[in-house]
């Protein structure tokens, strides 16, 4: 009879093992760690700023810069969290950081899109600033498309539109990767082929959160529940 009740607390144990939800502890370091790439980057541009203030050219732009710097680097950073399942359990914790993350990502956004419409940087790199200007949109209708969903309760439409704007926000950690591997194999590359770069590491992070979307909505319609990190 010992043994039986044992083994019935040991079954019941491991069930409401399996039911709780996990930290996502990896998810989150990766996330951290291919934001702090952007972010370090980001700091490096404030300090290039605050070094030559008398520049007309870094006069005309330092607002939306500031701007986007810090915005971008509160939303990767911050965002990163909520990606795990066991904070996204806590409404508190999920609402409180939403509130901060959803006007951070606009700022960031716009912004973006600000220094690239009113480019004042070599000819040479009109490319990059207009793969930056395509980009910097969709993340903004992401953002937009997400309030709209939360307003209306589709939580599962707000969580992908959320995603989809954090895989944009946190590209540029994937662009210094594929930067550095394209540097190590092929060589440099000219501001055009920079572009290309860039753009391609907008395009990866934005299949891999397709990819997990709906990997998310496959567990959903054959009622899983969810087991990593990314979970509406």
Known sequence: MSQQMK??????????????????WLAITGLLLLSALPV?????????????????VLLASSVPIVAHIVAMSMYCLLGAF??????????GWHRTAGRALIPAGFIAA???VWLAV?????ADELALALVRLAFGVAMTVFLVLAVIAITRL???AHGAWMTRAYAIAVSGGTQALVFALWTLVVGEVDAFGEAWLVAAGFVINSVVAELLIRRRLGRR???????????S
């Open 82 to 91: 909520q990606f795990s399942p066991a904070l996204r359990i806590s409404r």
């Open 221 to 231: 319609m054959r009622g899983v529940p969810g087991r990593g990190a990314l979970v």
């Open 7 to 24: 083994a019935t607390r040991s079954s019941a144990a491991k069930a409401e093992e399996r039911r709780r939800p996990r930290s996502g």
């Open 118 to 122: 009113f480019f004042g940087g070599p």
């Open 154 to 156: 589709d939580f599962i």
């Open 40 to 56: 370090l980057g980001g700091v490096l541009r404030l300090r290039d700023v605050s070094a030559d203030p008398e520049s007309a």
């Open 110 to 112: 716009l912004s973006a």
